[in-house]
Protein backbone atom coordinates (compact mmCIF):
# COMPACT_ATOMS: atom_id res chain seq x y z
CA UNK A 1 0.00 0.00 0.00
CA UNK A 2 3.33 2.40 0.25
CA UNK A 3 4.81 1.80 -2.17
CA UNK A 4 1.30 2.61 -4.21
CA UNK A 5 1.56 5.85 -2.48
CA UNK A 6 5.02 6.40 -3.49
CA UNK A 7 4.56 5.75 -7.22
CA UNK A 8 2.00 8.65 -6.92
CA UNK A 9 4.33 11.02 -6.00
CA UNK A 10 7.29 10.25 -8.55
CA UNK A 11 4.82 10.99 -11.37
CA UNK A 12 5.69 14.54 -11.10
CA UNK A 13 8.85 15.02 -9.59
CA UNK A 14 12.39 13.01 -10.21
CA UNK A 15 12.86 12.97 -6.54
CA UNK A 16 10.38 10.99 -6.24
CA UNK A 17 11.79 8.28 -8.75
CA UNK A 18 15.37 8.52 -6.80
CA UNK A 19 13.47 7.68 -3.35
CA UNK A 20 12.13 4.48 -5.55
CA UNK A 21 15.63 3.82 -6.82
CA UNK A 22 17.07 3.77 -2.69
CA UNK A 23 13.96 2.08 -1.50
CA UNK A 24 14.97 -1.17 -3.70
CA UNK A 25 16.95 -3.82 -2.11
CA UNK A 26 20.46 -4.17 -3.04
CA UNK A 27 20.39 -7.14 -5.01
CA UNK A 28 17.73 -5.52 -7.41
CA UNK A 29 19.68 -2.74 -8.21
CA UNK A 30 22.13 -5.20 -10.06
CA UNK A 31 19.09 -5.66 -12.81
CA UNK A 32 18.13 -2.77 -15.31
CA UNK A 33 15.93 -0.65 -13.86
CA UNK A 34 14.10 1.26 -16.07
CA UNK A 35 11.93 4.67 -13.84
CA UNK A 36 9.29 6.26 -16.43
CA UNK A 37 7.67 9.42 -15.74
CA UNK A 38 4.55 11.79 -16.33
CA UNK A 39 3.16 14.60 -15.43
CA UNK A 40 -0.20 14.19 -13.50
CA UNK A 41 -2.65 16.17 -11.35
CA UNK A 42 -2.25 15.90 -7.87
CA UNK A 43 -4.62 16.59 -5.07
CA UNK A 44 -2.79 17.97 -2.23
CA UNK A 45 -4.73 18.61 1.24
CA UNK A 46 -3.22 20.09 4.77
CA UNK A 47 -4.98 18.90 8.21
CA UNK A 48 -5.25 21.30 11.05
CA UNK A 49 -6.45 21.02 14.60
CA UNK A 50 -8.82 23.96 14.70
CA UNK A 51 -5.81 25.57 17.61
CA UNK A 52 -4.87 26.33 14.72
CA UNK A 53 -1.57 23.87 15.02
CA UNK A 54 -0.58 21.99 11.78
CA UNK A 55 -1.48 17.60 12.43
CA UNK A 56 2.19 16.71 12.52
CA UNK A 57 2.41 12.79 10.89
CA UNK A 58 -0.97 12.13 11.18
CA UNK A 59 -2.31 8.81 9.19
CA UNK A 60 -4.32 9.81 5.74
CA UNK A 61 -6.17 7.19 4.12
CA UNK A 62 -7.91 8.00 0.75
CA UNK A 63 -10.73 5.88 -0.75
CA UNK A 64 -11.05 6.16 -4.30
CA UNK A 65 -14.66 6.48 -5.96
CA UNK A 66 -14.55 3.00 -6.80
CA UNK A 67 -14.34 1.20 -3.56
CA UNK A 68 -15.35 2.84 -0.08
CA UNK A 69 -14.33 0.23 2.13
CA UNK A 70 -10.14 -0.58 0.91
CA UNK A 71 -8.02 2.86 1.23
CA UNK A 72 -6.49 3.32 -2.45
CA UNK A 73 -3.79 5.75 -1.17
CA UNK A 74 -2.25 5.38 2.53
CA UNK A 75 0.54 7.51 4.24
CA UNK A 76 1.25 10.35 6.79
CA UNK A 77 0.70 13.84 6.25
CA UNK A 78 4.22 16.37 6.54
CA UNK A 79 5.45 18.78 8.96
CA UNK A 80 2.83 20.80 8.13
CA UNK A 81 -0.02 18.39 7.89
CA UNK A 82 0.13 17.92 4.41
CA UNK A 83 -0.08 15.29 2.39
CA UNK A 84 -0.16 14.54 -2.14
CA UNK A 85 -1.91 12.02 -3.83
CA UNK A 86 -2.86 11.90 -7.17
CA UNK A 87 -6.02 10.78 -8.30
CA UNK A 88 -5.79 8.49 -11.28
CA UNK A 89 -9.75 8.74 -11.69
CA UNK A 90 -12.97 11.11 -11.73
CA UNK A 91 -15.56 11.04 -9.03
CA UNK A 92 -15.29 11.70 -5.58
CA UNK A 93 -12.75 10.73 -3.36
CA UNK A 94 -12.90 10.15 0.12
CA UNK A 95 -10.15 11.27 2.84
CA UNK A 96 -9.67 10.30 6.14
CA UNK A 97 -7.00 12.00 8.17
CA UNK A 98 -6.74 10.97 11.90
CA UNK A 99 -4.33 11.15 14.62
CA UNK A 100 -4.57 9.92 18.34
CA UNK A 101 -8.64 9.14 18.17
CA UNK A 102 -8.86 13.15 16.38
CA UNK A 103 -9.65 13.48 13.04
CA UNK A 104 -12.22 13.89 10.11
CA UNK A 105 -13.12 12.69 6.62
CA UNK A 106 -13.32 14.89 3.90
CA UNK A 107 -15.10 14.29 0.77
CA UNK A 108 -13.26 15.51 -2.49
CA UNK A 109 -14.96 15.58 -6.08
CA UNK A 110 -12.16 15.13 -8.45
CA UNK A 111 -13.24 15.71 -12.36
CA UNK A 112 -11.99 13.79 -15.31
CA UNK A 113 -8.29 14.39 -15.94
CA UNK A 114 -7.60 14.68 -12.18
CA UNK A 115 -8.46 18.52 -11.41
CA UNK A 116 -10.75 19.49 -8.12
CA UNK A 117 -14.35 20.37 -9.57
CA UNK A 118 -14.46 23.59 -9.43
CA UNK A 119 -18.07 23.56 -7.48
CA UNK A 120 -15.98 22.89 -4.29
CA UNK A 121 -15.06 24.91 -1.67
CA UNK A 122 -13.15 23.86 1.14
CA UNK A 123 -14.52 24.19 4.83
CA UNK A 124 -13.55 27.58 6.10
CA UNK A 125 -13.94 26.92 9.24
CA UNK A 126 -14.80 29.00 11.89
CA UNK A 127 -13.12 32.11 12.59
CA UNK A 128 -12.16 33.51 16.11
CA UNK A 129 -14.70 36.65 15.77
CA UNK A 130 -17.83 33.40 15.12
CA UNK A 131 -16.58 31.31 17.75
CA UNK A 132 -16.02 34.49 20.27
CA UNK A 133 -20.04 35.69 19.20
CA UNK A 134 -21.16 32.04 19.52
CA UNK A 135 -19.42 31.56 23.37
CA UNK A 136 -20.72 35.24 23.85
CA UNK A 137 -24.55 34.08 23.00
CA UNK A 138 -24.41 30.93 24.96
CA UNK A 139 -22.84 32.24 27.86
CA UNK A 140 -25.41 35.45 27.68
CA UNK A 141 -27.99 32.54 27.27
CA UNK A 142 -27.34 30.66 30.64
CA UNK A 143 -26.48 33.72 32.26
CA UNK A 144 -30.04 35.22 30.94
CA UNK A 145 -31.53 32.06 32.41
CA UNK A 146 -29.83 32.32 35.87
CA UNK A 147 -30.96 35.61 36.09
CA UNK A 148 -34.63 34.74 35.23
CA UNK A 149 -34.83 32.07 37.86
CA UNK A 150 -33.27 34.42 40.42
CA UNK A 151 -35.87 36.94 39.65
CA UNK A 152 -38.54 33.99 40.26
CA UNK A 153 -37.24 33.10 43.50
CA UNK A 154 -37.96 37.01 45.07
CA UNK B 1 -11.02 15.09 24.58
CA UNK B 2 -14.15 15.03 22.54
CA UNK B 3 -14.68 12.30 20.31
CA UNK B 4 -15.54 13.52 16.39
CA UNK B 5 -17.98 11.59 13.93
CA UNK B 6 -16.54 9.13 12.22
CA UNK B 7 -13.93 7.67 14.54
CA UNK B 8 -15.78 5.16 16.62
CA UNK B 9 -17.65 2.02 14.99
CA UNK B 10 -21.25 2.86 14.80
CA UNK B 11 -21.88 0.00 17.75
CA UNK B 12 -20.21 2.01 19.89
CA UNK B 13 -21.78 5.04 18.83
CA UNK B 14 -25.08 3.56 19.56
CA UNK B 15 -24.03 1.78 22.87
CA UNK B 16 -22.96 5.45 23.87
CA UNK B 17 -26.14 6.58 23.67
CA UNK B 18 -27.59 3.63 25.11
CA UNK B 19 -25.48 4.32 28.15
CA UNK B 20 -26.15 7.91 28.51
CA UNK B 21 -30.10 7.50 27.94
CA UNK B 22 -29.78 5.17 31.04
CA UNK B 23 -27.81 7.26 33.06
CA UNK B 24 -30.02 10.19 32.84
CA UNK B 25 -33.31 8.33 33.19
CA UNK B 26 -31.31 7.82 36.58
CA UNK B 27 -30.04 11.02 37.32
CA UNK B 28 -33.17 12.87 36.38
CA UNK B 29 -35.15 10.64 38.55
CA UNK B 30 -32.50 11.74 41.69
CA UNK B 31 -32.75 14.96 40.73
CA UNK B 32 -36.50 14.94 41.52
CA UNK B 33 -36.04 13.04 45.25
CA UNK B 34 -33.20 15.25 46.58
CA UNK B 35 -33.99 18.68 45.05
CA UNK B 36 -36.33 21.68 43.55
CA UNK B 37 -35.09 22.25 40.18
CA UNK B 38 -35.67 25.12 39.58
CA UNK B 39 -33.65 26.16 42.63
CA UNK B 40 -30.77 24.61 41.23
CA UNK B 41 -31.03 25.25 37.22
CA UNK B 42 -29.87 28.73 37.67
CA UNK B 43 -26.11 27.47 38.87
CA UNK B 44 -26.00 24.38 36.47
CA UNK B 45 -26.78 26.80 33.93
CA UNK B 46 -23.94 28.85 34.25
CA UNK B 47 -21.97 25.94 35.61
CA UNK B 48 -22.75 24.63 31.83
CA UNK B 49 -21.53 27.82 30.04
CA UNK B 50 -17.92 27.52 31.88
CA UNK B 51 -18.07 23.97 30.10
CA UNK B 52 -18.78 24.91 26.89
CA UNK B 53 -16.15 27.43 26.72
CA UNK B 54 -13.94 25.66 28.72
CA UNK B 55 -13.17 23.00 26.18
CA UNK B 56 -12.24 26.18 23.90
CA UNK B 57 -9.09 26.88 26.06
CA UNK B 58 -6.05 25.42 24.90
CA UNK B 59 -2.70 24.58 27.05
CA UNK B 60 -0.50 23.66 24.71
CA UNK B 61 1.60 20.56 26.41
CA UNK B 62 4.35 20.06 23.83
CA UNK B 63 4.50 17.62 21.72
CA UNK B 64 0.34 17.93 22.15
CA UNK B 65 -1.95 20.61 23.01
CA UNK B 66 -4.72 20.10 25.05
CA UNK B 67 -7.65 21.69 26.41
CA UNK B 68 -9.52 21.84 29.72
CA UNK B 69 -12.37 19.87 30.49
CA UNK B 70 -14.29 20.78 33.78
CA UNK B 71 -15.75 17.96 34.18
CA UNK B 72 -14.48 17.95 38.16
CA UNK B 73 -15.48 21.26 38.90
CA UNK B 74 -19.26 20.32 37.90
CA UNK B 75 -19.35 17.30 39.58
CA UNK B 76 -18.41 19.15 42.81
CA UNK B 77 -20.43 22.20 42.78
CA UNK B 78 -23.36 20.78 40.84
CA UNK B 79 -23.79 17.06 42.22
CA UNK B 80 -26.04 15.33 40.12
CA UNK B 81 -26.77 18.45 37.92
CA UNK B 82 -23.35 18.15 36.37
CA UNK B 83 -24.87 15.23 34.22
CA UNK B 84 -27.86 17.52 31.92
CA UNK B 85 -25.09 20.25 32.15
CA UNK B 86 -22.21 18.03 30.65
CA UNK B 87 -24.95 16.86 28.02
CA UNK B 88 -26.06 20.19 26.98
CA UNK B 89 -22.46 21.55 26.90
CA UNK B 90 -21.64 19.06 24.50
CA UNK B 91 -24.80 19.01 22.47
CA UNK B 92 -24.23 23.31 22.09
CA UNK B 93 -20.17 22.21 21.50
CA UNK B 94 -20.72 19.67 18.93
CA UNK B 95 -23.52 21.78 17.23
CA UNK B 96 -21.91 25.50 17.07
CA UNK B 97 -18.24 25.12 17.19
CA UNK B 98 -17.77 21.23 15.88
CA UNK B 99 -16.00 20.07 18.79
CA UNK B 100 -17.46 16.50 18.95
CA UNK B 101 -19.62 15.31 17.07
CA UNK B 102 -23.92 14.22 17.40
CA UNK B 103 -22.98 10.63 16.47
CA UNK B 104 -20.49 10.39 19.18
CA UNK B 105 -23.24 13.00 21.64
CA UNK B 106 -23.70 9.94 23.66
CA UNK B 107 -20.06 8.40 24.02
CA UNK B 108 -18.59 11.70 24.86
CA UNK B 109 -21.34 12.17 27.45
CA UNK B 110 -20.33 9.19 28.79
CA UNK B 111 -16.61 9.52 28.81
CA UNK B 112 -16.98 13.12 30.60
CA UNK B 113 -20.51 12.66 32.85
CA UNK B 114 -19.99 9.49 34.60
CA UNK B 115 -16.29 10.62 35.63
CA UNK B 116 -17.76 13.71 37.11
CA UNK B 117 -20.79 12.10 38.81
CA UNK B 118 -17.97 9.83 40.55
CA UNK B 119 -16.15 13.56 41.39
CA UNK B 120 -19.28 14.49 43.26
CA UNK B 121 -19.05 11.26 44.68
CA UNK B 122 -15.66 11.84 46.00
CA UNK B 123 -16.30 15.32 47.43
CA UNK B 124 -18.80 14.19 49.26
CA UNK B 125 -16.25 11.86 50.94
CA UNK B 126 -15.01 14.76 52.89
CA UNK B 127 -17.74 14.27 55.33
CA UNK B 128 -16.83 11.05 56.22
CA UNK B 129 -12.56 10.35 55.70
CA UNK B 130 -11.99 14.10 56.63
CA UNK B 131 -13.94 14.48 59.69
CA UNK B 132 -12.03 15.54 62.06
CA UNK B 133 -10.05 18.01 59.32
CA UNK B 134 -11.22 22.03 59.37
CA UNK B 135 -13.56 23.12 56.44
CA UNK B 136 -11.02 24.43 54.29
CA UNK B 137 -9.03 21.45 54.68
CA UNK B 138 -11.53 18.94 53.94
CA UNK B 139 -13.16 20.63 51.39
CA UNK B 140 -9.60 21.43 49.68
CA UNK B 141 -8.22 18.13 49.24
CA UNK B 142 -11.72 16.04 48.00
CA UNK B 143 -12.27 18.75 45.48
CA UNK B 144 -8.29 18.58 44.44
CA UNK B 145 -9.29 14.29 44.30
CA UNK B 146 -12.49 15.37 42.69
CA UNK B 147 -10.88 17.46 40.11
CA UNK B 148 -8.17 15.00 38.83
CA UNK B 149 -9.71 11.84 39.63
CA UNK B 150 -12.87 13.10 37.05
CA UNK B 151 -10.49 14.54 34.19
CA UNK B 152 -8.34 11.42 34.84
CA UNK B 153 -11.25 8.86 34.48
CA UNK B 154 -12.18 10.63 31.71
CA UNK B 155 -8.56 10.68 29.35
CA UNK B 156 -8.60 6.57 30.63
CA UNK B 157 -11.96 6.24 29.13
CA UNK B 158 -11.17 8.37 26.00
CA UNK B 159 -7.90 5.86 25.70
CA UNK B 160 -9.65 2.51 26.06
CA UNK B 161 -12.28 3.79 23.33
CA UNK B 162 -9.54 4.99 20.99
CA UNK B 163 -7.47 2.19 21.39
CA UNK B 164 -9.52 -1.40 20.87
CA UNK B 165 -11.47 0.20 17.88
CA UNK B 166 -8.02 1.33 15.97
CA UNK B 167 -9.19 0.55 12.39
CA UNK B 168 -7.14 -2.32 10.89
CA UNK B 169 -6.38 -0.64 8.01
CA UNK B 170 -4.43 1.90 10.00
CA UNK B 171 -1.23 1.94 11.09
CA UNK B 172 -2.55 0.78 14.68
CA UNK B 173 1.38 0.87 16.07
CA UNK B 174 1.67 4.35 14.97
CA UNK B 175 -2.02 5.45 16.27
CA UNK B 176 -0.61 4.10 19.27
CA UNK B 177 2.31 5.75 19.88
CA UNK B 178 0.18 8.92 19.17
CA UNK B 179 -2.54 8.46 21.78
CA UNK B 180 -0.09 7.44 24.25
CA UNK B 181 1.66 11.05 23.97
CA UNK B 182 -1.70 12.88 24.18
CA UNK B 183 -2.67 10.85 27.47
CA UNK B 184 0.76 11.66 29.26
CA UNK B 185 -0.30 15.52 28.28
CA UNK B 186 -3.50 14.46 30.36
CA UNK B 187 -1.25 14.27 33.44
CA UNK B 188 -0.66 17.43 34.21
CA UNK B 189 -4.02 18.26 33.00
CA UNK B 190 -5.28 16.21 36.06
CA UNK B 191 -3.06 18.55 38.25
CA UNK B 192 -4.51 21.80 36.46
CA UNK B 193 -8.08 20.60 36.95
CA UNK B 194 -7.69 19.40 40.11
CA UNK B 195 -6.33 22.93 41.60
CA UNK B 196 -8.74 24.81 39.61
CA UNK B 197 -11.22 23.21 41.26
CA UNK B 198 -10.06 23.47 44.85
CA UNK B 199 -9.45 27.05 43.89
CA UNK B 200 -13.38 26.94 42.79
CA UNK B 201 -14.37 25.29 45.98
CA UNK B 202 -12.39 27.04 48.39
CA UNK B 203 -14.13 30.79 46.34
CA UNK B 204 -17.60 29.51 47.11
CA UNK B 205 -16.57 27.89 50.86
CA UNK B 206 -15.75 31.44 51.53
CA UNK B 207 -18.61 33.65 49.61
CA UNK B 208 -21.37 30.83 49.82
CA UNK B 209 -20.94 27.88 51.56
CA UNK B 210 -24.20 26.48 50.81
CA UNK B 211 -23.22 25.84 46.96
CA UNK B 212 -21.27 23.40 48.03
CA UNK B 213 -23.79 21.12 49.58
CA UNK B 214 -25.27 19.07 46.80
CA UNK B 215 -28.00 16.63 48.20
CA UNK B 216 -26.87 13.09 47.24
Partial sequence: MHERNGLAIIGGSLLGAIALLAGLPPGARAHGV???????NAVEIQAVYDSGKPMENAQVQVYAPDDPSTPYFVGQTDNRGRFVFAPDQAGDWEI???????????????ESGGAIAETFTNDAG?????????????????????LYFRRGKV | MHIPDGILPAQVCVGGYAIAGGVTWYVLRRIRQVSNPTEEIPKAAMLAAAFFIGSSINIPVPPVSIHLVLNGPLGVVLGWYAWPA????????????????????????VMM???ALIGFQVFKLRHQVGKGWSM????????FLAGAIALGLAALIFFGLIVFTIPAEL?????????????IAHIPLMFIEGIFTLMLALFLLRVKPNLLDNPG
Fill in chain 2, 86 to 109: ILIGLFLQAVLIGHGGLTTLGVNA
Fill in chain 1, 34 to 40: SVQSRTT
Fill in chain 1, 96 to 110: SVRQAGHGKIVVIPV
Fill in chain 1, 126 to 146: LTPLQRGVMAGAVTWGCVGTA
Fill in chain 2, 171 to 183: NVLEERSALTALM
Fill in chain 2, 136 to 143: TQSVGVFA
Fill in chain 2, 113 to 115: GIP
